[in-house]
T-cell receptor
Framework: AQTVTQSQPEMSVQEAETVTLSCTYD???????LFWYKQPPSRQMILVIRQEAYKQQNATENRFSVNFQKAAKSFSLKISDSQLGDAAMYFCAYRSVGANSKLTFGKGITLSVRP | DAGITQSPRYKITETGRQVTLMCHQT?????MFWYRQDLGHGLRLIYY???????DKGEVPDGYVVSRSKTENFPLTLESATRSQTSVYFC?????????????FGNGTRLTVT
């Protein structure tokens, strides 16, 4: 079974600075997808960024980028120019492919942004 | 309005009672999921469904029952609620055009079992 590990329960960053959130996963599959979701206090789940395992190029969405290391099974999220609105819980997730495709989440990390 | 709707938003029930959480989506997505969110555990998959009349267990299925008679609905039933089932429950859906497609989440149901 696939597992997703987010070892840091909490992190803090100064506004306008850069922060990196770590995520590792375990799988025997070669084809899969990885996601980062944001959950603000409203409880809404918001997709931040996604990465296909077969693509070597790291995904980027505005201030958000990932460092995808397939051999190391690592998928970290970098937030540049942090803003107060980035304060939230962030979840790393893995999705298998095939008939039983499902999304497996890590435990999440709470990010606070200091003004 | 298109989207995924969960009801109720909040529910308080007593130990031993049966309770059903509703989930309805308007996109005709094939896949639907039920997760529970607990502090320190993240989101854990309870059940999922790849299509109507097809359901499968996730990581924590004990004490829960699901059905999927119609593509758009995926109710979750707690047959005899226990305090350990106090949690926030999320329903989600995705289509099958690509596994890269994100899950679309409902706003969650906060369930308290007293």
């Amino acid at each position: 079974a696939q597992t997703v590990t987010q070892s840091q329960p909490e992190m803090s960053v100064q506004e306008a600075e850069t922060v990196t959130l770590s995520c590792t996963y375990d799988t025997s599959e070669s084809d899969y997808y990885l996601f980062w979701y944001k959950q603000p206090p409203s409880r809404q789940m918001i997709l931040v960024i996604r990465q296909e395992a077969y693509k070597q190029q790291n995904a980027t969405e505005n201030r958000f980028s990932v460092n995808f290391q397939k051999a190391a099974k690592s998928f970290s999220l970098k937030i540049s120019d942090s803003q107060l609105g980035d304060a939230a819980m962030y979840f790393c997730a893995y999705r298998s492919v095939g008939a039983n495709s499902k999304l497996t989440f890590g435990k999440g990390i709470t990010l606070s942004v200091r003004p | 309005d298109a989207g995924i709707t969960q009801s109720p938003r909040y529910k308080i029930t007593e130990t031993g009672r049966q309770v059903t959480l509703m989930c309805h989506q308007t996109w005709s997505h094939s896949y639907m999921f039920w997760y529970r969110q607990d502090l320190g555990h993240g989101l854990r998959l309870i059940y999922y469904s790849a299509a109507a009349d097809i359901t499968d267990k996730g990581e924590v299925p004990d004490g829960y029952v699901v059905s999927r008679s119609k593509t758009e609905n995926f109710p979750l039933t707690l047959e005899s609620a226990t305090r350990s089932q106090t949690s926030v429950y999320f329903c989600a859906s995705s289509d099958t055009s690509s596994y890269n497609s994100p899950l679309h989440f409902g706003n969650g149901t906060r369930l308290t079992v007293t």
